[in-house]
């Protein structure tokens, strides 16, 4: 088990993008987050097995997407946290 906070810079705010990452990261099994920051990108939080979060990282990189991906995704940064055990479901915020 493994948890990851991943930084997404784009048009990723207002076109839905964290409703298709929910629905991605509920597929893969993983729990989480993700929620608009107010400088533009989105805040990813992914936890459950390494491999499941990089299948997630991939679609979320994804170019052009092959799962409908809406928005534009222009770069990504992946940070390796602390399993957090409160965690449960995966929400948008």
């Known amino acids: 088990m493994e948890r990851a906070t991943i930084f997404v810079r784009g ?3 207002g076109v839905g993008f964290r409703w298709w990452t929910r629905a991605r990261a509920l597929e893969l099994g993983l729990v989480g987050f993700a929620r608009n ?3 533009g990108r989105v805040e990813v939080c ?3 097995p390494r491999a499941d979060i990089e299948r997630l990282e991939d679609l979320i990189r994804e170019q052009p997407s092959t799962t409908g991906r809406p928005g534009r995704v222009e770069s990504s940064a992946t940070q390796w946290r602390e399993v957090d055990g409160r965690l449960t479901g995966f929400g948008e915020r």
């Open 46 to 48: 992914a936890q459950g």
């Open 11 to 13: 048009r990723v705010q």
């Open 37 to 39: 920051l107010a400088d």
